[in-house]
């Protein structure tokens, strides 16, 4: 089964404290030239490892704050494993509200049919940010009663390694707004295991088709492996809107968007009067243009 990635390049602009993100032509400043993707995204991948068995021994901090080994998720029932971090400004969230919607519209069951696992990638997290989003995308999802299929963990960096390193998730440290490395550069991927905990299916970006879920599900349930997808990764990276040159073609376009939206409804409305006015007053006869010139 192959379903195709999302070709997105999601990336949040990173603004001094004070500053709008989107600045004013006047405001904007031209960096250098660089077509090429920032050199810090070749670490940052989805190396797609159909069949890789996980390590199940891991052990890892679920949301209620218990030591459990992820062999304690599998034998039974298949599982969707996504790899985030809690506290992401724009990127985790959209991947885990996607995930969401389209379980929303599969008829299998969290908990029953399947369970989703969710690590963070993030070693300072901890429980009380795993309990917190695992109460928000519970109550996103409308089921409480499936709040044991839903397991929000954290972990150690050895613990995380091992797992992403298994998975072929590539990552980088990188600084935040306040020069910390408290943020990451990371591309977006779900991920469907089976119940022997070997890696069935990858899907790439923050939508996915609930039918794509349902089946690999189906699959992964008979221990069926699938077929690798199109490798086109969305990636969460934040960089200075004064020094890269994205940030002021995406400006650009968006006001040159709006300005042809504006020149498109004028020009439709002026057609619209016109016919308007054509309708409403017929052409005069000949007589009547003589009296009027008299």
């Excluded at 400043?29 to 797609?48: T, W």
């Excluded at 977006?188 to 923050?206: C, D, F, H, R």
């Amino acid at each position: 089964m192959a379903a195709a990635g999302a070709l997105v390049l999601c990336m949040a602009l990173s603004a001094p404290s004070g500053m709008a993100q989107v600045a004013s032509y006047g405001d904007k400043q031209m960096g250098p030239v660089n077509d090429k993707p920032p050199s810090l995204l070749n670490a940052v991948r989805i190396e797609q490892r159909l069949n890789q068995q996980l390590p199940l021994n891991l052990t890892f901090t679920d949301d209620a704050g218990k030591q459990v080994q992820l062999s304690s998720y599998f034998g039974k029932r298949p599982a969707i494993l996504a790899l985030v971090y809690y506290q992401c400004p724009m990127l985790c969230s959209e991947e885990l509200n996607g995930l969401t919607g389209a379980l929303q519209m599969v008829n299998f069951v969290p908990g029953k049919d399947f369970n989703v696992i969710v690590v963070s990638i993030d070693p300072s997290e901890g429980t009380d940010l795993a309990a917190a989003k695992k109460r928000s995308y519970l109550k996103r999802y409308g089921k409480p009663e499936t709040a044991n299929g839903w397991h929000f963990m954290t972990g150690t960096q050895p613990n995380i390694d091992a797992l992403t390193k298994a998975v072929g998730f590539g990552y980088v440290k990188i600084p935040g707004p306040d020069g910390k490395l408290t943020q990451f550069a990371h591309a977006s991927s779900i991920q469907i295991v089976t119940p022997e905990g070997k890696l069935a299916q990858y899907y790439m970006g923050v939508e996915y088709s609930p039918k794509d879920l349902l089946l690999g599900l189906d699959e992964a349930s008979s221990n069926r492996i699938g077929s690798p997808v199109d490798n086109i990764l969305t990636y969460c990276y934040h960089y200075d809107p004064q020094t890269n040159k994205h940030s002021l073609i995406v400006a650009r376009v968006v006001q040159l968007g709006g300005l042809l939206t504006v020149f498109m409804l004028g020009g439709f409305m002026l057609v619209m009067f016109r016919r308007d006015y054509r309708h409403d007053d017929p052409p005069a006869t000949g007589k009547k243009d003589e009296r009027i010139k008299e």
